[in-house]
């Protein structure tokens, strides 16, 4: 048993956009917490024992029970706070349309880290091809988009939660990687913008610059120029 | 019986990914169309289904696709729930042990799947092919673990039942017995890992299971140098 204080931690990272996703969906269901942010260069020993496996955070501890991965967090905060909170569902009822969100959400996972990552840590025609991928990455999750305010339709759901936190890092991979998001995909950009109107997304977002300035603090330790 | 009997699934008779679908529909007692996909030729209903990854397995229901194995298996929990006439579930009621079933079933995607192309797919010479033996040797002995904790001393990770994570695992089952056939050795060692390979022979033994998940090495050999050549 990884611990046995009573109610909600997180252990997170500042910057960590699989973390923020977390942050967003306990405030979206107005569930208090405490929040313990992780030294990533001198793990602690809660951090170790509430994720043996990966030693990573996100980690959600519920009355000490750790529940790691930010999409499953995410899920078990919906699916074990569903009639407590009074908040609507971030996944929806319909079976067909949960399957929908999450195959959107598992999407994000699959290609926006590890293409953004790509984007910043390499040069030359690596950085060519992660530039050319983003674009289309972006461009796909736009066209999943449609038309809707919303991934979620015209409620913030699930797939909302598991992207928006990239949102903050499209001025990092428009500096490194010469992308405007507003040029290339404006529905996406006004998505980004009504998002950020949301108070649990406005508060746990990383401010681009911030963002920015992280990954040149990185870009700089991992002596890559 | 919700939703009618209008069931069809793309696959590929060695996909891992496939099977475990493939499994969790005669589980559920659930009638189905297959269609076997050429993966140097895909069909246009394939690519028209799955326009994103292009891959299979994809389950058509009613007309309408739902694609990533993981995500069908839920998928089909839900329309299909546990209760008439004796149909299990596949996921856990109890949000956390849905949460963990979740987690180990990522991990054995994350660790042991990519350990699977390593071993065959993907390896350049016999030294590569050991390093990814030994990363799925290590990912199984972490399941190992896994198994104990899920179990709670039941024969599968589901517990009395086949579960999420017994049908994830079990979808590599096939390749596994081609590993063993390279390495002279049963990857899921019985000396190393005795709970996952008694896991394995109730797996495989299971009704649901017996002519979906492959047993014949030589075919899957044939198989494999043609995928190793396209």
Known sequence: MAGEKKGLQLLDFWVSPFGQRCRIALDEKALPYEYLEQDLGNKSELLLRSNPVHKKIPVLLHDGRPVCESLIIVQYIDEAFSSSSGKPPLLPSDPYARAQARFWADYVDKKVYDCGTRLWKTKGEPQQQARKEMVEILKTLEGALGDKPYFGGDEFGFVDVAFVPFTAWFLTYERYGEISVDKECPRLAAWAKRCGERESVNKNLSPPEKVYEFIGTLKKKFGIE | ?230
């Open chain 2, 1 to 230: 019986m919700a939703g009618g009997g209008d069931l069809k699934v793309l696959g590929v008779w060695t996909s891992p990914f496939a099977i475990r679908v493939r499994v969790v529909l005669n589980l559920k007692g659930l009638p189905y169309e297959y269609a076997e996909e050429d993966l140097g030729n895909k069909s246009a209903l394939l690519v028209g289904s799955n326009p994103v990854h292009k891959k299979v397995p994809v389950l058509i229901h009613g007309g309408r696709a739902v694609n990533e194995s993981q995500i069908i298996v839920q998928y089909i929990d839900e329309v299909w729930p546990a209760g008439a006439g004796g149909r299990p579930a596949v996921l856990p009621s109890d949000p956390y042990e849905r949460a963990m079933a979740r987690f180990w079933a990522a991990f054995v995607d994350d660790k042991v799947g990519s350990a699977w192309t390593g071993m065959l797919f993907k390896c350049k010479n016999e030294e590569e092919r050991a390093e990814a033996v030994a990363r799925a040797e290590a990912a199984l002995e972490t399941l190992e673990g896994a198994f104990k904790e899920c179990s709670k001393g039941k024969p599968f990770f589901g517990g009395d039942g086949i579960g999420l994570v017994d049908v994830v695992l079990g979808g590599y089952l096939g390749w596994f017995l081609v590993v063993n056939r390279i390495i002279g050795r049963r990857l899921i060692d019985p000396a190393r890992t005795p709970l996952l390979a008694g896991w394995e022979d109730r797996f495989r033994a299971t009704e649901a299971v017996k002519g979906v998940v492959p047993d014949d090495v030589d075919k899957m050999l044939v198989f494999l140098q043609k995928l190793r050549a396209m």
